[in-house]
Protein backbone atom coordinates (compact mmCIF):
# COMPACT_ATOMS: atom_id res chain seq x y z
CA UNK A 1 0.00 0.00 0.00
CA UNK A 2 1.81 3.43 -1.23
CA UNK A 3 0.97 6.57 0.36
CA UNK A 4 -1.40 7.89 -2.48
CA UNK A 5 -3.82 4.90 -1.06
CA UNK A 6 -5.53 7.36 1.38
CA UNK A 7 -4.11 10.74 0.38
CA UNK A 8 -4.99 10.53 -3.42
CA UNK A 9 -8.74 10.27 -2.92
CA UNK A 10 -8.67 13.64 -0.56
CA UNK A 11 -10.08 16.70 -1.04
CA UNK A 12 -8.91 19.63 0.28
CA UNK A 13 -11.20 22.18 1.69
CA UNK A 14 -10.61 26.28 2.07
CA UNK A 15 -11.71 25.67 6.11
CA UNK A 16 -8.95 23.54 6.83
CA UNK A 17 -11.16 20.09 6.74
CA UNK A 18 -10.90 17.19 4.24
CA UNK A 19 -13.73 14.81 1.94
CA UNK A 20 -12.78 11.45 0.46
CA UNK A 21 -13.79 10.05 -3.03
CA UNK A 22 -14.36 6.71 -3.24
CA UNK A 23 -16.15 5.51 -6.44
CA UNK A 24 -19.76 7.57 -6.11
CA UNK A 25 -19.74 8.15 -3.37
CA UNK A 26 -18.30 11.32 -0.97
CA UNK A 27 -17.17 10.74 2.62
CA UNK A 28 -16.91 13.02 5.23
CA UNK A 29 -15.46 12.53 8.66
CA UNK A 30 -17.66 13.20 11.93
CA UNK A 31 -16.79 13.36 15.30
CA UNK A 32 -18.30 12.17 19.07
CA UNK A 33 -16.87 13.51 21.83
CA UNK A 34 -15.70 11.05 24.96
CA UNK A 35 -16.32 12.19 28.24
CA UNK A 36 -14.21 11.25 31.12
CA UNK A 37 -15.36 11.17 34.82
CA UNK A 38 -13.09 13.29 37.35
CA UNK A 39 -13.55 14.35 40.44
CA UNK A 40 -17.65 14.41 40.16
CA UNK A 41 -17.37 16.35 37.03
CA UNK A 42 -17.37 15.15 33.05
CA UNK A 43 -14.01 16.30 30.99
CA UNK A 44 -14.05 16.01 27.43
CA UNK A 45 -10.80 14.03 26.67
CA UNK A 46 -11.42 12.27 23.41
CA UNK A 47 -12.80 11.82 20.36
CA UNK A 48 -13.72 9.29 18.44
CA UNK A 49 -13.72 9.21 14.13
CA UNK A 50 -16.77 8.17 12.54
CA UNK A 51 -17.50 8.02 8.86
CA UNK A 52 -20.39 9.48 7.43
CA UNK A 53 -21.12 8.49 3.41
CA UNK A 54 -22.86 10.72 0.65
CA UNK A 55 -24.13 9.66 -3.14
CA UNK A 56 -25.50 12.34 -4.94
CA UNK A 57 -25.39 14.71 -2.04
CA UNK A 58 -27.55 12.10 0.07
CA UNK A 59 -26.65 10.59 3.24
CA UNK A 60 -25.85 7.33 3.35
CA UNK A 61 -25.78 4.47 5.98
CA UNK A 62 -22.00 3.56 6.35
CA UNK A 63 -22.86 0.22 6.68
CA UNK A 64 -24.74 0.70 3.10
CA UNK A 65 -21.37 1.99 2.13
CA UNK A 66 -18.94 -1.00 3.37
CA UNK A 67 -21.38 -3.32 1.96
CA UNK A 68 -20.69 -1.99 -1.53
CA UNK A 69 -16.84 -2.15 -1.30
CA UNK A 70 -15.90 -5.52 -2.76
CA UNK A 71 -13.20 -7.42 -0.11
CA UNK A 72 -10.14 -6.54 -2.09
CA UNK A 73 -10.55 -2.55 -1.28
CA UNK A 74 -11.60 -2.77 2.07
CA UNK A 75 -7.73 -2.48 3.35
CA UNK A 76 -8.07 0.67 0.93
CA UNK A 77 -11.39 1.93 1.87
CA UNK A 78 -9.99 1.49 5.49
CA UNK A 79 -7.32 3.60 4.54
CA UNK A 80 -8.80 6.21 3.71
CA UNK A 81 -11.26 6.51 6.15
CA UNK A 82 -8.75 6.91 8.70
CA UNK A 83 -6.86 9.28 6.29
CA UNK A 84 -9.50 11.16 6.41
CA UNK A 85 -10.20 11.47 10.02
CA UNK A 86 -6.88 12.31 11.31
CA UNK A 87 -6.60 15.23 8.55
CA UNK A 88 -9.98 16.63 10.16
CA UNK A 89 -8.60 15.97 13.62
CA UNK A 90 -5.43 17.99 13.17
CA UNK A 91 -7.45 21.00 11.38
CA UNK A 92 -10.71 20.93 14.00
CA UNK A 93 -10.12 19.20 17.22
CA UNK A 94 -8.48 20.66 20.67
CA UNK A 95 -4.44 19.04 20.03
CA UNK A 96 -4.80 17.98 23.70
CA UNK A 97 -7.53 15.46 22.87
CA UNK A 98 -7.06 11.73 21.70
CA UNK A 99 -8.58 10.37 18.90
CA UNK A 100 -10.01 6.39 18.34
CA UNK A 101 -9.96 5.69 14.83
CA UNK A 102 -11.00 2.02 14.02
CA UNK A 103 -9.09 -0.68 12.46
CA UNK A 104 -10.79 -4.30 11.27
CA UNK A 105 -7.74 -6.87 12.10
CA UNK A 106 -9.35 -9.07 9.85
CA UNK A 107 -7.68 -7.38 6.50
CA UNK A 108 -4.13 -7.27 8.19
CA UNK A 109 -4.12 -11.21 7.20
CA UNK A 110 -0.09 -10.29 7.35
CA UNK A 111 2.46 -8.75 9.75
CA UNK A 112 4.05 -6.94 7.06
CA UNK A 113 0.44 -5.41 5.37
CA UNK A 114 -0.34 -4.25 8.81
CA UNK A 115 3.22 -2.41 9.27
CA UNK A 116 3.11 -0.74 6.28
CA UNK A 117 -0.02 0.68 6.23
CA UNK A 118 0.87 1.74 10.37
CA UNK A 119 3.93 3.38 8.97
CA UNK A 120 1.95 5.49 6.19
CA UNK A 121 -0.87 6.20 9.31
CA UNK A 122 2.49 7.53 11.00
CA UNK A 123 3.13 9.54 8.18
CA UNK A 124 -0.56 10.99 7.77
CA UNK A 125 -0.19 11.92 11.26
CA UNK A 126 3.04 14.08 10.44
CA UNK A 127 1.31 15.58 8.01
CA UNK A 128 -1.55 16.22 10.24
CA UNK A 129 0.94 17.53 12.81
CA UNK A 130 -0.60 15.07 15.48
CA UNK A 131 1.54 13.60 18.25
CA UNK A 132 0.95 9.03 17.90
CA UNK A 133 0.77 9.08 21.40
CA UNK A 134 -2.87 10.92 20.54
CA UNK A 135 -4.53 8.30 18.83
CA UNK A 136 -5.81 5.37 20.15
CA UNK A 137 -6.56 2.47 18.04
CA UNK A 138 -9.94 0.35 18.29
CA UNK A 139 -10.09 -3.42 17.38
CA UNK A 140 -12.88 -5.75 18.05
CA UNK A 141 -12.11 -8.83 19.58
CA UNK A 142 -14.65 -11.14 18.35
CA UNK A 143 -13.73 -14.04 15.85
CA UNK A 144 -14.13 -11.45 12.67
CA UNK A 145 -10.09 -12.33 12.35
CA UNK A 146 -8.15 -15.74 13.30
CA UNK A 147 -6.97 -15.38 16.82
CA UNK A 148 -3.29 -15.19 15.35
CA UNK A 149 -4.14 -12.57 12.95
CA UNK A 150 -5.93 -10.56 15.56
CA UNK A 151 -2.52 -11.18 18.44
CA UNK A 152 -0.16 -10.66 15.44
CA UNK A 153 -2.39 -7.07 14.58
CA UNK A 154 -2.33 -6.23 18.05
CA UNK A 155 1.57 -6.61 18.51
CA UNK A 156 2.37 -4.47 15.14
CA UNK A 157 -0.01 -1.71 17.41
CA UNK A 158 2.43 -1.61 19.80
CA UNK A 159 5.37 -1.75 18.53
CA UNK A 160 4.34 1.19 17.02
CA UNK A 161 3.54 3.15 19.94
CA UNK A 162 -0.19 3.30 19.51
CA UNK A 163 -2.59 2.56 22.48
CA UNK A 164 -5.06 -0.38 21.85
CA UNK A 165 -9.03 -0.65 22.75
CA UNK A 166 -10.92 -2.95 22.81
CA UNK A 167 -14.26 -2.15 20.81
CA UNK A 168 -17.81 -3.71 21.36
CA UNK A 169 -17.05 -5.71 24.31
CA UNK A 170 -20.13 -7.74 25.47
CA UNK A 171 -21.30 -8.59 21.76
CA UNK A 172 -21.28 -11.89 20.37
CA UNK A 173 -18.66 -13.80 21.31
CA UNK A 174 -16.81 -11.57 23.66
CA UNK A 175 -14.12 -13.88 25.85
CA UNK A 176 -12.74 -12.34 29.00
CA UNK A 177 -9.59 -14.86 28.32
CA UNK A 178 -8.72 -12.67 25.14
CA UNK A 179 -9.14 -9.29 26.48
CA UNK A 180 -5.90 -10.96 29.68
CA UNK A 181 -3.87 -11.86 26.44
CA UNK A 182 -4.21 -8.85 24.25
CA UNK A 183 -3.50 -6.76 27.02
CA UNK A 184 -5.18 -3.60 25.14
CA UNK A 185 -5.21 0.02 27.54
CA UNK A 186 -8.98 0.42 27.43
CA UNK A 187 -11.97 -1.57 26.92
CA UNK A 188 -15.42 -0.01 25.11
CA UNK A 189 -18.68 -1.87 25.94
CA UNK A 190 -21.17 -2.64 23.93
CA UNK A 191 -24.39 -0.27 24.19
CA UNK A 192 -26.46 -2.65 23.92
CA UNK A 193 -24.99 -5.27 26.49
CA UNK A 194 -24.37 -2.68 29.19
CA UNK A 195 -27.87 -1.23 28.76
CA UNK A 196 -29.49 -4.48 29.39
CA UNK A 197 -26.89 -5.01 32.21
CA UNK A 198 -27.90 -1.61 33.78
CA UNK A 199 -31.79 -2.89 33.90
CA UNK A 200 -31.84 -5.19 37.08
CA UNK A 201 -30.05 -5.12 40.33
CA UNK A 202 -28.08 -8.17 39.53
CA UNK A 203 -26.98 -7.31 35.98
CA UNK A 204 -25.40 -3.86 36.99
CA UNK A 205 -23.58 -5.63 40.12
CA UNK A 206 -22.49 -7.88 37.42
CA UNK A 207 -21.25 -4.89 35.15
CA UNK A 208 -19.38 -2.95 38.01
CA UNK A 209 -17.85 -6.14 39.26
CA UNK A 210 -16.48 -6.52 35.36
CA UNK A 211 -15.35 -3.04 35.21
CA UNK A 212 -13.90 -3.58 38.63
CA UNK A 213 -11.74 -6.41 37.40
CA UNK A 214 -10.43 -3.99 34.28
CA UNK A 215 -9.17 -1.28 36.37
CA UNK A 216 -7.66 -3.13 38.88
CA UNK A 217 -5.72 -4.75 35.37
CA UNK A 218 -4.40 -0.76 34.43
CA UNK A 219 -7.27 -1.07 32.02
CA UNK A 220 -9.71 2.13 31.71
CA UNK A 221 -13.49 1.24 30.16
CA UNK A 222 -16.42 3.23 27.85
CA UNK A 223 -19.23 3.00 28.31
CA UNK A 224 -21.30 3.33 25.35
CA UNK A 225 -24.40 4.44 23.57
CA UNK A 226 -25.50 6.17 26.71
CA UNK A 227 -28.58 8.16 25.84
CA UNK A 228 -30.56 8.47 28.95
CA UNK A 229 -29.51 10.28 32.49
CA UNK A 230 -30.41 7.28 34.56
CA UNK A 231 -27.23 5.22 32.55
CA UNK A 232 -25.75 8.65 32.67
CA UNK A 233 -25.68 7.87 36.47
CA UNK A 234 -25.27 4.17 36.75
CA UNK A 235 -22.01 4.50 34.75
CA UNK A 236 -20.52 6.72 37.21
CA UNK A 237 -21.45 4.44 40.05
CA UNK A 238 -20.00 1.56 38.28
CA UNK A 239 -16.69 3.11 38.64
CA UNK A 240 -16.37 3.22 34.62
CA UNK A 241 -13.30 5.59 33.03
CA UNK A 242 -15.09 6.97 30.30
CA UNK A 243 -18.50 7.84 28.69
CA UNK A 244 -19.63 8.24 25.40
CA UNK A 245 -23.21 8.80 23.83
CA UNK A 246 -26.34 11.08 22.72
CA UNK A 247 -27.31 12.24 26.02
CA UNK A 248 -23.95 14.12 26.44
CA UNK A 249 -23.15 15.28 22.59
CA UNK A 250 -23.98 13.82 19.20
CA UNK A 251 -21.23 13.26 16.60
CA UNK A 252 -20.43 16.51 14.12
CA UNK A 253 -19.47 17.11 11.07
CA UNK A 254 -16.01 18.21 10.50
CA UNK A 255 -15.80 21.28 10.76
CA UNK A 256 -16.97 20.70 14.53
CA UNK A 257 -17.52 23.35 17.22
CA UNK A 258 -15.23 20.79 19.14
CA UNK A 259 -12.38 23.32 20.13
CA UNK A 260 -14.47 24.79 22.81
CA UNK A 261 -13.11 21.73 24.52
CA UNK A 262 -9.48 22.91 24.38
CA UNK A 263 -8.20 24.02 27.85
CA UNK A 264 -8.01 27.23 27.17
CA UNK A 265 -11.42 27.68 26.87
CA UNK A 266 -14.11 26.46 29.54
CA UNK A 267 -17.72 25.76 28.17
CA UNK A 268 -20.88 23.46 28.74
CA UNK A 269 -21.41 20.48 26.79
CA UNK A 270 -23.18 21.28 23.45
CA UNK A 271 -26.79 21.37 23.55
CA UNK A 272 -28.23 17.77 22.55
CA UNK A 273 -29.83 17.99 19.49
CA UNK A 274 -32.74 15.44 18.96
CA UNK A 275 -31.87 13.60 21.89
CA UNK A 276 -34.27 10.20 22.74
CA UNK A 277 -37.19 11.06 24.85
CA UNK A 278 -36.01 10.53 28.66
CA UNK A 279 -37.28 7.19 29.67
CA UNK A 280 -37.77 6.00 33.62
CA UNK A 281 -34.99 4.56 35.57
CA UNK A 282 -35.22 0.99 37.02
CA UNK A 283 -35.80 0.56 40.43
CA UNK A 284 -32.22 0.17 41.65
CA UNK A 285 -31.15 3.79 40.26
CA UNK A 286 -31.49 6.05 43.34
CA UNK A 287 -32.06 9.18 41.48
CA UNK A 288 -32.18 10.44 37.37
CA UNK A 289 -29.18 12.13 37.17
CA UNK A 290 -28.95 15.66 36.14
CA UNK A 291 -27.29 15.67 32.97
CA UNK A 292 -27.59 19.61 31.99
CA UNK A 293 -26.68 20.02 36.07
CA UNK A 294 -23.78 18.80 35.40
CA UNK A 295 -20.40 21.20 34.95
CA UNK A 296 -18.75 19.70 31.91
CA UNK A 297 -15.00 20.60 31.99
CA UNK A 298 -12.68 20.49 28.84
Known amino acids: ?27 QSAFQPIFAFKEGKLSVIAFEGLIRPFRDGEPQSPMSFFSTCPAADRLHVEALTRTLHLLNAGACLPQEASIFVN ?7 ERSVADNALREMRLVLHEADIDPRRVVCEVTEQRSASQETLHSFVAALRANSFRIAVDDYGADDSDINRI ?5 DIVKFDAIWIT ?19 EEQGIRTVFEGIEEGWQLELA ?4 ASM ?36 QPAPPHATRPAKVFGRRVTP
Open 196 to 214: QLMESGAGFALLTAMVRSF
Open 1 to 27: MSRSIGLAHIVRHDDGTSSGVWGIHTL
Open 103 to 109: FDPSVFT
Open 236 to 239: EKSG
Open 180 to 184: KELKP
Open 243 to 278: VQGFVLARPELAPTSFRVFGKTTRQAAPAVVGAAPV
